[in-house]
């Protein structure tokens, strides 16, 4: 029985991405572990897999003066704080390479924000694949970064615009460094990676791809995208070590089918026939700067959801809620089974993560995109959606009620064209199984 090891970012979207592929290695016989920080425990242990701790090297992000001019004040006063950095760095590879023994894996499946992991263990000689739980990142011919909200054409002028974005993501990048750089006095976790690198007499030009949205690649090493290739643009070319690996979603969810929720359920399919619509609204996890903003849009879906008789809203996530909630046709979770939930849905109201995206594509849910984090993947799966014709963008805090409500009627008019079938569920409910998707 072949033992393969899923090295994770630490975040609840990166592992769920996974574990239909890591279901389907399971299936041919494999044995899988996960690694990850203990918060993630009960995430990847009910899905059935083996899960390791394991300290993950801490990463410093400077986002404001005061946070840089904090971190500058303390390299400069307090020459201990570089001591225990190098410390953590340095105890970290010796962590990564006892955990690939201990481990006794075969192969390593590295999620690409961890890529540079693979230089410290390399010499372990374990095959090791980059896992994109994301669509990909790669800089292509015609497609811009994926903070943007362009969607291009492959015309020459768009391929020239295309390339100019990718420079302004580059200088940018480069400032980030400049500052960290400075913040530390020189002694960043850059200057960390270059003298491991010369130690060990790596040529990190020779090794590591910078040409990435997200984090640098390791040039060689196969990479499996855990995506849907008819998502992306259809002009981006695919590399001979690129892979794309897409498998039906299923996951666990009974822990979220409370009595209210399925209550719910049985309420809607007494009404399958009464030409209402079903709206989902979820942002997944929203930053404490994001939440006013999330807030006043949600505001806005409620109104347009109180004026119109053949709405019902479903909201995910209680920390949006208030007393305007309140109302027969709105209904709010802290949590709901959304693979479940969107077997009923006409349409998702969603930030844009990609697992959103795929389970809505799976679901044939159409899909109001509105991102919260300019500065992820969220604005270039919007462009991807609205290129697609699975959906439409929106502007977060810019589409007026009247906007959004042109948005919302144009998508869900859609469903108009070919009434659902019915189909019974597990539960004995009736499903409302949507028709295909169609472009807009």
Known sequence: MKRILFIILPSPSHYHASFSFAKKLKSEGMQISYVGTPHLEETVTKEGFHFMHWHYTSEYVIKTLKAFLGVFLKSISDKSLLETRKVDYWQNITDVRKLIIESGAEQIYLDEHLSEYYIYFNDLKVQTRILCTKISSRKSKGIPPMDSYYIPSNSWISNI???VLWKLKNLRDQRKKLIHRLAFIGQDENSFLKEYCKDNKIDLKSTLDYKNYFY?????????????????YPWRKVLPTESYELYEITRNEQKYM????????EEWSKQANNNKHLLYFSFGTVTYKDENRVQILLDKIIAIVKKREDLVLVISKSNYQHDSIIHPRIHSFHYVPQLHLLTFCDLMITHGGHNSIKECIQKSVKMLVFPHMENNDQPGNAARVEFGGQGLMGKLTK??????????????????????????NEDGLETLKNPHLQCI
């Open 399 to 424: 589409d007026s009620v009247s906007t959004i409500s042109t948005k919302i009627e144009k998508l869900l008019s859609i469903y108009r064209i070919a009434k659902p079938k019915k189909e019974a």
């Open 258 to 265: 409370s009595p209210a929720y399925l209550d719910l359920l």
């Open 216 to 232: 640098p690649s390791i040039i060689g090493l196969e990479r499996v995208i855990l995506g849907n290739k008819i998502f992306d």
């Open 161 to 163: 615009y295309c390339e």
